[in-house]
Nanobody
Framework: QVQLVESGGGSVQPGGSLRLSCAAS????????MGWYRQAPGKQRELVAV???????NYADAVKGRFTIYRENAKNTVYLQMNSLKPEDTAVYYC????????????????WGQGTQVTVSS
């Protein structure tokens, strides 16, 4: 029902910046949240940032003050602006969309992007 296409990953030096994009297509009604997760080698996938349908945002402590999540609703696209990148930010970043099952209830359906590699090294 929903397809997510990610772009914007790449390799940068410490202190550099990248902007990730995630474009959603299909039925995006009853949106609960859009977010970004990441998974580094040997580590579990972790939440990086999330923006809810009411525009509230949450960030992982490790990225607060450096990353910004925002979206363009008309394009069903969510972005992650990453500044002051550190080597520990190196990971595969995954876009996620969560939809409510109906009404004003909790999220029921979730979809994942294909992942995009972010590498930060000198």
């Amino acid at each position: 029902q929903v397809q997510l296409v990610e772009s914007g990953g790449g390799s940068v030096q410490p202190g550099g910046s990248l902007r990730l994009s995630c474009a959603a297509s299909g039925s995006i009604s009853n949106l609960y949240a859009m977010g970004w997760y990441r998974q580094a080698p040997g580590k579990q996938r972790e939440l990086v940032a999330v923006i809810f349908s009411g525009n509230s945002v949450n960030y992982a402590d490790a990225v607060k003050g450096r990353f910004t999540i925002y979206r363009e609703n008309a394009k069903n696209t969510v972005y992650l602006q990453m500044n002051s990148l550190k080597p520990e930010d190196t990971a595969v970043y995954y876009c996620n969309v969560a939809l409510r099952g109906g009404g004003y209830g909790p999220p029921v359906n979730t979809y994942w992007g294909q992942g995009t590699q972010v590498t930060v090294s000198s």
